[in-house]
C-alpha cells in the first residue's frame, strides 16, 4: 500500500493533483458516451429544426418556417392538445397509488405477495400492456363490453371512437403508473413516524384528518418522486400509442411524441427537419418540467 | 402505522378486509388474466367464437411449444438478452464509476455535471431521436444489437449516476478520509473501500436497467428492423402479424415476451423495490 510514495518520492505532478484529476478520469468514460448520444444529439436535433431535410440529400436552410407551418399544422395542435390530456389525467396515479398503498398497508398473512400483484403490471413492458388493453377494449370479444354487457350497457368501441380512443390509452397508462406510485407510497408509509401518530391519535384526529394533516406531509418526498416519475411517463407516452391505435382513428390519438416519430420516419419520405421540430416543442415542454425537478433538487443539496 | 393496524380494528372489518384482498388482485389484474386464459385455449374454442368459455381443454403446452417452433420469437428473446446484459454491465460499469467522482470529490462544476446528467436522462427520446439514429448509421451500427447496447448504456448512465451518486453520499466519509491518511492511492480507494460497499446498489440498479432495456420499444423501433437484432419488444409486433386472429397464440407470445422482466421482479424483489424507491424516504 506504500507504492505510490515509494514510486514518486519527489511528489509527482500528478500526485500533488491527484484530488483534482482523479474525479475528472473517472468521469471521463461517462461524459464521454453521455455526450456523444445525448448532450450533442440534443443542439443537433435543434439545429435541425431550421432545416428542410429528407435524410438523404443536401439540408435546406429555412429559418424559422418549420416552426410556422406547425402553428397552422391541425395534427400538431390536436398532438399538443392531448399532450395536455396525458399530463393532467395520469396525474391521477398519485391519489390512487396513495389509496392502494394506504388499502395494503397492513401486516397480516400474505400481504407482501398482494403487494408484488398489485406491483405487477409496472414490471410489464408497455408494448404487452397495450396488446392486452387492446384486447380487453375488443368490441367483439373485449371483457370491457362483457362486463358493461352484464350490466345492459355498451357495446363500446373505445380505441375505434376518437372521442374515447386516447381517454382509453390514458387509462391502460393508468394502470402500470398507479402500481408504480403505490410502491412509492408504500415505502414512504412504512418510514412515517410512528410516535407522531400515536400522539396525533391522542389528540383524537383520525381518518382524513390523520391523512391530511399528519401522513400526506411526511410522504412529500414519495409525493416529489411520483409527481417526475409521472410526468415523464405522461409526456413520454408512445409505445402505447403505437401498439394501441398507431396513431388513429382519423390521428385522433397522436401525441407530440407520436406525431414526431411519424413525420420523421414515415413510410411517405422522411421530414427530418419537420420532425425535429415538434421534438423540440416538446423538448421545451419537458425542460419546463426538468427545471422545476433541478431547482427542488439543488434546494435540498443546499440544505444538507 | 397508518391506516389503524387490522388487530386494533373490529372484527367485522377484519374479515372484511381478508375477503377484500383477493376480490381487488382479481379485479385489478383482470385484463392480465383473460390474456392468461386465453394463452391455454385450443384454437377450436375461438374459431366457434367462444372466447370467454372455460377453455375447453388445456392447451398451454401445445400454444406455448408454437411460440417457440413456429416463430422468430426464440431468436427475439435471445436478441433481447444479448441487448439488456451487456447494456446493464456498461452502465453499471460507468455508472459506479461516475456516481464515484460525483460522490466523494468536491470540485468545482461537480453539481453541473451532476445535474447534466439528470436532465440528460429527463429529455424526450425525440429530442436524441434522429441524430442518434445518424450516428448509428454513419457508424455502420444500423440495425445492429451493438448499435442499441451503445445507445443504451449512454442514456441509462443518467439515470445510473443519479443512483450512485446519492448512495455514494450516504456512505461513512470518514472511512475514505482514514484511507487517505494511511497513504492509499485514489484508484485503490474506490476498487477496495467505496466499491465493495456498493454491492447493495449494484445489484438494485441491475434489476431495474434490466427491466427498463428489456421493456424498450421506441429505440427498438428506431435502430433495428427484422429478426436479425431486434428485441422482442419489437419483435411481437411481427409475430402477432403472422398469427393475425389467432388469440392463443397472440396471448401466448405476449406472456413469454413479457415473463423475463417478470421472473427477475420476483426473484429479485427486494433489490427491485429497493433501487425504485430510493430517494421515497428521507
Same mark, same amino acid.
Given at each position: 500500500?506504500?507504492?505510490?510514495?515509494?514510486?514518486? /518520492?519527489?511528489?509527482?505532478?500528478?500526485?500533488?493533483?491527484?484530488?483534482? +484529476?482523479? /474525479?475528472?478520469?473517472? $468521469?471521463? /468514460?461517462? !461524459?464521454?458516451?453521455?455526450?456523444?448520444?445525448?448532450?450533442?444529439? !440534443?443542439?443537433?436535433? +435543434?439545429?435541425?429544426?431550421?432545416?428542410?431535410?429528407?435524410?438523404?440529400?443536401?439540408?435546406?436552410?429555412?429559418?424559422?418556417?418549420?416552426?410556422?407551418?406547425?402553428?397552422?399544422?391541425?395534427?400538431?395542435?390536436?398532438?399538443?392538445?392531448?399532450?395536455?390530456?396525458?399530463?393532467?389525467?395520469?396525474?391521477?396515479?398519485?391519489?390512487?397509488?396513495? @389509496?392502494?398503498?394506504? @388499502?395494503?398497508?397492513? %401486516?397480516? &398473512?400474505? !400481504?407482501?405477495?398482494?403487494?408484488?400483484?398489485?406491483?405487477?403490471?409496472?414490471?410489464?413492458?408497455?408494448?404487452?400492456?397495450?396488446?392486452?388493453?387492446?384486447?380487453?377494449?375488443?368490441?367483439?370479444?373485449?371483457?370491457?363490453?362483457?362486463?358493461?354487457?352484464?350490466?345492459?350497457?355498451?357495446?363500446?368501441?373505445?380505441?375505434?371512437?376518437?372521442?374515447?380512443?386516447?381517454?382509453?390509452?390514458i387509462a391502460a397508462g393508468l394502470w402500470p403508473q398507479t402500481a408504480?406510485?403505490?410502491?412509492?407510497?408504500? %415505502?414512504? $408509509?412504512?418510514?412515517?413516524?410512528?410516535?407522531?401518530?400515536?400522539?396525533?391519535?391522542?389528540?383524537?384526529?383520525?381518518?382524513?384528518?390523520?391523512?391530511?394533516?399528519? +401522513? !400526506?406531509?411526511?410522504?412529500?418526498?414519495?409525493? @416529489? +418522486?411520483?409527481? =417526475?416519475?409521472?410526468?415523464?411517463?405522461?409526456? &413520454? *407516452?408512445?409505445?402505447?400509442?403505437?401498439?394501441?391505435?398507431?396513431?388513429?382513428?382519423?390521428?385522433?390519438?397522436?401525441?407530440? *411524441?407520436f406525431y414526431m416519430f411519424e413525420k420523421a420516419l414515415s413510410e411517405y419520405g422522411f421530414r427530418m427537419g419537420y420532425g425535429a421540430a415538434i421534438a423540440v416543442v416538446l423538448f421545451f415542454i419537458m425542460l419546463f418540467f426538468i427545471a422545476y425537478f433541478l431547482w427542488s433538487m439543488y434546494q435540498d443539496e443546499k440544505g444538507r | 402505522m397508518f391506516p389503524t393496524p387490522l388487530e386494533r380494528t373490529s372484527r367485522s372489518w377484519q374479515i372484511g378486509y381478508q375477503s377484500l384482498l383477493p376480490v381487488a388482485v382479481i379485479a385489478w389484474l383482470l385484463p392480465l388474466l383473460a390474456v392468461a386464459m386465453f394463452s391455454v385455449k385450443p384454437s377450436s374454442d375461438f374459431t366457434g367464437g367462444d372466447y370467454w368459455s372455460w377453455p375447453s381443454r388445456f392447451a398451454?403446452?401445445?400454444?406455448?411449444?408454437?411460440? #417457440?417452433?413456429?416463430?422468430?420469437?426464440? &431468436?427475439?428473446?435471445?436478441? *433481447?438478452?444479448?441487448? %439488456?446484459?451487456?447494456?446493464?454491465?456498461?452502465? =453499471?460499469? $460507468?455508472?459506479?464509476?461516475?456516481?464515484?467522482?460525483?460522490?466523494?470529490?468536491?470540485? &468545482? #462544476?461537480?453539481? $453541473?455535471?451532476?445535474?447534466?446528467?439528470?436532465?440528460?436522462?429527463?429529455?424526450?427520446?425525440?429530442?436524441?431521436m434522429i441524430p442518434v439514429r445518424d450516428l448509428t448509421i454513419d457508424a455502420g451500427l444500423y440495425n445492429t444489437k451493438l448499435g442499441l447496447v451503445l445507445f443504451h448504456i449512454a442514456f441509462q448512465t443518467g439515470f445510473c449516476t443519479l443512483f450512485m451518486r446519492n448512495f455514494i453520499r450516504a456512505l461513512p466519509f470518514e472511512l475514505i478520509e482514514a484511507a487517505r491518511v494511511e497513504g492509499i492511492t485514489e484508484f485503490q480507494i474506490f476498487w477496495h473501500i467505496v466499491l465493495p460497499l456498493m454491492k447493495p446498489a449494484i445489484a438494485a440498479l441491475s434489476v431495474l436497467i434490466f427491466t427498463f432495456i428489456w421493456n424498450d420499444y421506441f429505440w427498438a423501433v428506431v435502430l433495428t428492423q427484422g429478426p436479425q437484432a431486434q428485441p422482442v419488444t419489437a419483435g411481437i409486433t411481427s409475430f402477432n402479424a403472422q398469427f393475425g386472429v389467432a388469440y392463443h397464440m397472440l396471448s401466448a407470445g405476449s406472456i413469454v415476451a413479457a415473463l423475463p422482466p417478470v421472473l427477475m421482479f420476483f426473484l429479485m424483489q427486494r433489490h427491485f423495490i429497493a433501487g425504485l424507491t430510493l430517494g421515497a424516504v428521507k
Open positions: 500500500m506504500t507504492d505510490t510514495t515509494a514510486a514518486a /518520492p519527489h511528489h509527482s505532478w500528478f500526485h500533488r493533483n491527484r484530488k483534482t +484529476i482523479t /474525479p475528472w478520469l473517472f $468521469l471521463l /468514460p461517462g !461524459i464521454l458516451f453521455f455526450s456523444v448520444y445525448v448532450i450533442y444529439p !440534443i443542439i443537433q436535433s +435543434i439545429n435541425l429544426s431550421f432545416y428542410k431535410w429528407d435524410g438523404l440529400g443536401e439540408a435546406e436552410y429555412v429559418g424559422t418556417a418549420n416552426y410556422e407551418r406547425l402553428a397552422s399544422d391541425r395534427a400538431f395542435t390536436v398532438s399538443l392538445f392531448n399532450n395536455m390530456k396525458w399530463l393532467l389525467l395520469y396525474l391521477l396515479a398519485i391519489p390512487a397509488g396513495l @389509496f392502494i398503498a394506504l @388499502f395494503l398497508n397492513q %401486516t397480516v &398473512r400474505g !400481504i407482501r405477495i398482494y403487494k408484488s400483484l398489485f406491483f405487477f403490471p409496472f414490471v410489464i413492458s408497455q408494448v404487452v400492456v397495450g396488446l392486452v388493453f387492446t384486447w380487453f377494449y375488443d368490441p367483439n370479444f373485449g371483457l370491457l363490453n362483457g362486463i358493461l354487457g352484464a350490466v345492459g350497457l355498451g357495446p363500446i368501441n373505445v380505441l375505434g371512437d376518437p372521442a374515447l380512443a386516447t381517454y382509453g390509452i408504480y406510485c403505490m410502491i412509492l407510497y408504500l %415505502t414512504g $408509509l412504512n418510514a412515517v413516524d410512528p410516535e407522531q401518530i400515536e400522539a396525533a391519535r391522542l389528540d383524537g384526529a383520525k381518518g382524513w384528518r390523520m391523512l391530511w394533516h399528519i +401522513i !400526506i406531509p411526511q410522504l412529500k418526498p414519495a409525493t @416529489f +418522486i411520483a409527481f =417526475v416519475v409521472t410526468i415523464i411517463g405522461a409526456l &413520454r *407516452s408512445f409505445d402505447l400509442i403505437s401498439i394501441m391505435t398507431n396513431g388513429g382513428p382519423f390521428g385522433s390519438t397522436r401525441v407530440l *411524441s | 398451454g403446452f401445445e400454444n406455448y411449444g408454437r411460440v #417457440f417452433t413456429d416463430s422468430p420469437m426464440p &431468436r427475439y428473446i435471445l436478441n *433481447s438478452f444479448m441487448i %439488456t446484459i451487456p447494456t446493464v454491465i456498461g452502465a =453499471v460499469a $460507468l455508472s459506479c464509476m461516475t456516481g464515484f467522482a460525483l460522490g466523494v470529490y468536491r470540485f &468545482r #462544476f461537480n453539481l $453541473l455535471v451532476f445535474f447534466l446528467f439528470i436532465a440528460g436522462n429527463f429529455v424526450p427520446f425525440q429530442i436524441l
